[in-house]
């Protein structure tokens, strides 16, 4: 356990697993149990253990009162018909919300309650944890650990065209809402006979299924102390690496339960204990089931300065999709790419495509009032949110396509939307601070469509990016032109009207110009953006995932990273393939992969395509190395135009030619990298580069699940090189 340390102000102590700051040496032990995972309290009743004393006694209340609530539930079902679902979860557990959900069942929904429902909270100011980050989630846990929580997380039957089932579960009946047969009415009649049976069984499959979600809940022992670290630690770790949530304007009682539950389940994966994982997916689960149930009624909600409906439901699905796609359990990543084109149905149809933009107009004056600075502030970050969920979504789709070998689901050269404001102004932590920094921005009025358009200019010359673009905006450019990429075929033939190989690469080489030039990336976020920048290079070389699928076929290697299709390229060989230009090309790629994941600093190291760049990369090792190239000598210094395009794609002068010609990385290309004397070259060990990786992936496990089965199959490639 890391021992307590003082500040240099000796008023705080500080924890040395996250920084945080405590005044109290108690309150620092209490804080590393969330770290070391020890739970010293034990319940006498059930026997669950707890972290800290307040949890447990939160705990034996809930015993004491399971008696009371099952009582009032029974007058309950006597009066009205019930049909409790994801829907109906509410902040309070206590007996009079009870009655409240229970007389609203068809109008609750998963928002946030309003001021009479907060009102009414039973718990006292002694079972706050005041020393919770958000205090909030002390309500959130409630919600989700009271004792007649299970009940309220069932998917509900009347969501389904039959008459449901009257049975015992837990101690409650389930009934049928009164407008229930004014629905069936319009379905017609189920016949009698076997089908009573099918209806039973149906329901039995229903009622197990969102049993299933709450008993894990139950299992992992999650805390609010657990709910608050998970949050905290996806702002501070997650948001840096993909700013798509506000933190500064964030408020925890605006935003919809699945949307907490899916920040909290990224976060989880940032904490220390081994039980975080379990807990988080937990959390996913959840979250995911009400979205599956609920999206209806999610779709209409609105935040209090959101241009539109169903924006949180968008960032759910966005959270919730990434979380899927680089988890280590194949059933969620799967989940993640069945549903990953919803979230643009979503968007189109609450008309967020359509929305207008934050006007320039709307800022506010230097003099203006102290609260109209603020309600303006909040309404640019609600329409900032929203333009970044959007953009967000089409990164995680490139993204997605790119692993599962799949197409895109959207076309993302058509994306109509404009590139967000400046990092500075969406960092700023006040009123008065975002005004400073929208007024020193350069406020430019340009789509991403015509940003497209400039990328692929008529004479077919390289012109540079005439754009100030940030670090995610590069990276919605970067996964537009990933989509062009995964639009060609195995044979590199591109469908009809999409750009051709060689054009996207002189595309590439003009947004590796506007990376490698500009002035507001920070050096982690340049190294980023480069880190997608040469997968996606690389994939227009060979596509990597196809090349994943022709070794381990080759080798009964199993293989559970790429879903989606399986295709491989019929008479694709491996040993003929090496000894080409575009082999060379794509190994000048793979070896800056991993340099740039051994550069990026520790806090940075989890941006969400660094698990499948460092696998291309790999893959690209391994067929070098079971072809016998295994040293491979490379020139000192790689010109990455020479590295993307060959001279037929360059519309340049002679003189230019000719020097080009003469370059190390020209020649390296041209006539290989594997006969050049010592001392010319560096020499680079393929085999020595894959044990690194490995070690690379490991790190990437406790983040990233997905690493874990790509660190087996390298484990494997390793064995068969040697």
Not at 563 to 585: C, H, I, N, P, Y
Request: glycine letters at 6%; a neutral charge.
């Amino acid at each position: 356990m890391p021992k307590p340390t003082a500040s240099h102000g000796g008023k705080s102590l500080i924890c040395h697993v996250c920084a945080r700051g405590f005044s109290k040496a108690e309150h620092l032990r209490r804080h590393e149990r969330c770290h070391t995972g020890s739970k010293p309290f034990v319940c006498k009743e059930c026997r669950r253990s707890f972290a800290r004393q307040d949890a447990l006694t939160r705990h034996e209340k809930l015993h004491t009162r399971a008696v009371a609530t099952k009582q009032a539930q029974a007058r309950q079902s006597l009066q009205l018909p019930q049909v409790t679902s994801l829907d109906t979860l509410a902040w309070d557990t206590s007996r009079e919300q009870a009655e409240a959900v229970a007389a609203s069942a068809q109008s609750q929904t998963w928002e946030t309650p309003d001021a009479n429902q907060t009102s009414g909270m039973q718990s006292t100011v002694s079972d706050l944890d005041f020393g919770l980050i958000w205090p909030d989630s002390e309500n959130l846990f409630q919600s989700i650990m009271s004792s007649d929580t299970p009940d309220q997380w069932q998917i509900p039957l009347g969501a389904l065209p039959i008459p449901p089932v009257v049975q015992d579960i837990s101690g409650m009946t389930f009934g049928s809402p009164n407008s229930f047969d004014d629905r069936a009415s319009s379905i017609g009649t189920i016949p009698s006979g076997g089908s009573h049976q099918a209806v039973r069984d149906v329901s039995d499959m229903v009622t197990s299924s969102s049993s299933s979600v709450t008993a894990a809940i139950k299992a992992t022992s999650i805390t609010s102390v657990f709910l608050d670290e998970c949050l905290h630690m996806f702002f501070v770790r997650f948001i840096p690496t993909f700013p798509i949530l506000h933190r500064a304007t964030f408020v925890f009682r605006d935003c919809t339960h699945p949307l907490l539950l899916n920040a909290m389940a990224l976060g989880s994966l940032y904490l220390g204990p081994k039980d975080s994982v379990a807990k988080g997916e937990a959390l996913w689960r959840l979250a995911h089931t009400a979205v599956s149930t609920s999206w209806q009624s999610l779709i209409t909600h609105r935040g209090p300065y959101d241009a539109c409906s169903g924006v949180q439901l968008l960032l759910t699905a966005l959270l919730g999709q990434i979380y899927g796609a680089l988890s280590k359990d194949r059933a969620v990543r799967t989940a993640s790419q069945v549903f990953r084109p919803l979230g643009f149905f979503w968007a189109r149809h609450c008309g967020m495509l359509d929305s207008e933009p934050f006007s320039i107009e709307d800022i506010p004056l230097p003099g203006a009032l102290a609260s109209e600075k603020d309600q303006k502030w909040r309404t640019w970050a609600a329409r900032e949110i929203q333009q970044r969920a959007l953009l967000a979504y089409y990164i995680l789709d490139g993204l997605v396509a790119q692993m599962s070998g799949d197409g895109a689901s959207t076309r993302h050269v058509a994306n109509p939307l404009n590139p967000p404001s400046g990092e500075t102004a969406f960092d700023a932590n006040s009123a008065d601070e975002w005004l400073t920094q929208m007024r020193s921005q350069k406020l430019e009025q340009h789509s991403f469509r015509l940003i497209f358009r400039s990328l692929f200019p008529p004479t077919e010359s390289l012109r540079p990016l005439d754009y100030q673009l940030s670090a995610f905006s590069l990276r919605v450019i970067l996964e537009g032109l990933q989509s062009l990429v995964s639009d060609s075929d195995e044979y590199d033939l591109a469908a009809v009207g999409v750009p051709g190989r060689s054009d996207v690469q002189r595309a590439l080489a003009q947004v590796h110009e506007a990376i490698t030039m500009s002035i507001h990336l920070s050096s982690s976020e340049r190294l980023e953006v480069l880190l997608r920048w040469h997968t996606i290079c690389l994939d227009t070389m060979i596509n990597s995932t196809v090349l994943c699928r022709h070794v381990c076929t080759r080798y009964e290697i199993p293989q559970h990273v790429s879903g989606g299709s399986q295709t491989l390229r019929s008479g694709f060989d491996m040993l003929k393939w090496v000894q080409t230009e575009d082999a060379r090309r794509a190994l000048l790629h793979a070896i800056a992969i991993q340099d740039i994941v051994e550069q990026l600093p520790r806090g940075r190291a989890h941006v969400i395509h660094m698990p499948s760049s460092l696998f291309a990369a790999a893959t690209v090792y391994v067929v070098f190395a079971l072809a016998g190239a295994a040293n491979i000598y490379l020139p000192r210094t790689i010109v990455w135009r020479d590295a993307l395009l060959a001279h037929a794609d360059l519309n340049l002068g002679c003189e230019t030619v000719r020097s080009s010609t003469g370059s190390g990385t020209s020649r390296f290309v041209m006539e290989g990298g594997t006969n050049s004397p010592p001392g010319v070259a560096v020499v680079r060990n393929l085999l020595y580069e894959m044990n690194s990786m490995q070690k690379l992936f490991r790190c990437l496990i406790s983040q990233w699940g997905i690493a874990h089965d790509m660190e087996e199959i390298v484990s494997q490639w390793i064995t068969l090189c040697h």
